[in-house]
């Protein structure tokens, strides 16, 4: 899985996004369910095949992230902040997908 950060003007990371290659939709539901203190507002149905542009919705402390997939058809998913804007709180999200990641490849044996 390839993380690509995406930076402010000030340099600071406000935003992510994972390639779907080797994630689905449910399974970037199922690494957001796993923070800590994530409030989950929307994810896609188990029998849904949506092609709804945001799939999930969360809520980490005061913050309100999105997940979406551009078009409906991308090969990268976007993970960050309604407000697209910095926030302390985007760290804590993006280590989740960094830990996901490393155990990944820990199963695959590297």
Known sequence: MTLHEIKDQNGRVFAFEV???LLS????SRIVRSIPGVRLLKT?????????????????????FQVWEPFGDNSRYWIGPESAEWC??????REAFLQHQHSWWRWLGF
């Open 19 to 21: 390639g779907n290659f």
């Open 25 to 28: 939709r449910r399974c970037v």
């Open 44 to 64: 896609q149905g188990y029998f849904s095949w949506s092609s709804e542009d945001v799939f999930c919705k969360f809520e980490l402390g005061t913050q309100k």
């Open 88 to 93: 302390e709180e985007v760290h804590i999200v």
